[in-house]
């Protein structure tokens, strides 16, 4: 039996828009590392997890929990992002959890 978190997480102000600079930063590293990029599965769930914003990532779990299509692989993508921080020198983590 599959169950869903129902605890309450408050909605993030400027989630969409917070969400979205996250997004282009681990973009811009994708792009400039293609073998990160080809090592990826196709087709699969982003999680960004930002390391110095708890709202933020607990939040971001909170929707792969409500929304995640349970059929594709998940992604799971940690990064800071305070003040829009340097990606070449403090590079996102990626992790691809196995199916067992």
Not at 17 to 42: H, I, K, W
Request: charged share 30%; hydrophobic share 45%; aromatic share 8%.
């Amino acid at each position: 039996m599959e169950r869903k978190v129902t605890a309450s997480i408050r909605k993030p102000k400027r989630v969409v828009e917070r969400n979205m600079a996250l997004l282009g930063d681990l973009m811009q590293f994708l792009l400039a590392e293609p073998r990160v990029l080809a090592s990826l599965p196709s087709n699969f769930e982003l999680v960004i997890l930002p390391d110095d914003d708890p709202e933020m990532r607990l939040y971001n779990l909170r929707l792969l929990d409500t929304f995640a299509d349970k059929d594709k692989p998940i992604v799971f993508a940690r990064l800071k992002s305070s003040k829009r921080a340097n990606w070449r020198k403090t590079q996102p983590s990626l992790y691809v959890p196995l199916a067992v």
